[in-house]
C-alpha cells in the first residue's frame, strides 16, 4: 500500500463521519472536486497545504490526521503480512506463500537485469 493510498482512505472516513459530501468538501475548502475525489481514492498526492486546508475544514488537527493515516497503514501492513500464511498456499516453490526480494542496484540499468533474472 502507497501512502497516497493510506490518506486517501482516512480523508474519505472522515469527510463521511461529518456528514458532508465531495462537493461540500470542495467548496468549502476552495479545493476542485475533480482533485478532491483522485487524492481519496489515492491516485494524487496531497501536498501539505492541501492536507492542512482539508484538516481545518474538517475541524482536525494535522497531529490527528496523521495519527489515523499511521493507524490505517499499520492496519493494512498487518493484513498484507498475514495474506500468505492465510491464503497463500501453494503460491511459493515450497508452499509457504508470495516471496519478494528487493535489490537496490548501484547502477539503475542493471536494475531492470537483477529483476528479470529473480
Known amino acids: 500500500m502507497l501512502l497516497r493510498h493510506a490518506i486517501g ?3 474519505r472516513r472522515m469527510r463521511l463521519e461529518r456528514g458532508k459530501t465531495l ?3 470542495s467548496e468549502s475548502s476552495r479545493i476542485s472536486l475533480p482533485y478532491l475525489s483522485e487524492v481519496e481514492r489515492g491516485r494524487k498526492e496531497a501536498s501539505s497545504e492541501i492536507l492542512a486546508t482539508l484538516c481545518r475544514v474538517l475541524d482536525v488537527s494535522e497531529r490527528e490526521l496523521l495519527a489515523r493515516v499511521s493507524a490505517e497503514y499499520a492496519a493494512v501492513g ?3 503480512l498475514e495474506f500468505p500464511r492465510s491464503v497463500g498456499a501453494g503460491f511459493g516453490a515450497s508452499g509457504d506463500g508470495v516471496h519478494a526480494r528487493s535489490v537496490a542496484p548501484a547502477h539503475p540499468e542493471t536494475h531492470t537485469a537483477q529483476l528479470l533474472a529473480a
Open 23 to 25: 462537493r461540500e468538501l
Open 9 to 11: 482512505a482516512v480523508l
Open 78 to 80: 498487518a493484513a498484507v
